[in-house]
């Protein structure tokens, strides 16, 4: 079955824009979690939704932000970017309901803020 | 607060020697313990998870509450095994499902 996915792979924004990122959980997942990493700080959590309601979230500033869609889809904001914010951006997705289950990640999104 | 720590940034075995990556957490609650995997160029992935008590690729980890720990071990590393490894925590009951992950190990296995 077809993995996490997510787009784009690759996005270059300058300081002040905004960024939307994607992923398309495994089917029949409905919990999808963000996670942003840098050498610095690791991989930090965002947030994570269920069944398009947010669940958990980490601590970042209110510039991040995400929703989920009814097929579980799910989408990650980041308004008025920062050169911080410049991190690989992954997604997981599991089936939310089981505690013990693991959650599958996608192959990010590597943003670049200039 | 839930914290995990990877004592070792680095780890270089030799093929065939035991390998055994640290793991410590600090967590009040009932935690529930993973090791994931990247290896170069590709996603990460989950190796094992406490609750499962399996053994993958010849790995296992056991988790010892009292000393708050999970370390991985291998009894002969291959250099197949050479890879990113993190070590995560979440809580196992109420409604915090976010994993809290250590800042990881690489391990390098040297012919």
């Known amino acids: 079955k077809a993995g996490v996915t997510q787009t784009p792979r690759y996005l270059i924004k300058t300081r002040g824009q905004q960024v939307t990122l994607s992923c398309s959980p495994i089917?029949?997942?409905?919990?999808v979690s963000w996670y942003q990493q840098t050498p610095g700080q690791g991989l930090q959590f965002l947030f994570e939704?269920?069944?398009?309601?947010?669940?958990n979230k980490g601590n970042f500033p209110g510039r991040f932000s995400g929703r989920q869609f009814s097929n579980s889809r799910s989408e990650m904001n980041v308004s008025t970017l920062e050169l911080g914010d410049s991190a690989l951006y992954l997604c997981?997705?599991?089936?939310?309901?089981?505690?013990?289950?693991?959650?599958?990640f996608g192959s990010g999104t590597r943003l670049t803020v200039v | 607060a839930q914290r995990v720590t990877q004592p070792e940034k680095l780890l270089s075995v030799f093929k065939g020697a035991p390998v055994e990556l640290k793991c410590n957490y600090s967590?009040?609650?009932?935690?529930?313990l993973f090791w994931y995997v990247q290896y170069s160029r590709q996603r990460l992935q989950l190796l094992l998870r406490?609750?499962s008590r399996e053994s993958i690729k010849g790995f296992t980890a056991d988790l010892n509450k009292g000393e708050t720990s999970f370390h991985l071990k291998k009894p002969f590393a291959q250099e197949e095994d050479s890879a990113m490894y993190y070590c995560?925590?979440?809580?196992?009951?109420?409604?915090?499902?976010?994993?809290?992950f250590g800042k990881g190990t690489l391990l390098t296995v040297n012919p």
């Open positions: 089917s029949g997942h409905r919990s």
């Open positions: 939704y269920f069944s398009e309601t947010q669940r």
């Open positions: 997981a997705s599991s089936l939310g309901n089981r505690r013990h289950y693991g959650y599958t």
């Open positions: 406490h609750i």
């Open positions: 995560a925590l979440r809580d196992s009951g109420g409604s915090n499902y976010k994993l809290t």
């Open positions: 967590y009040s609650g009932s935690p529930e």
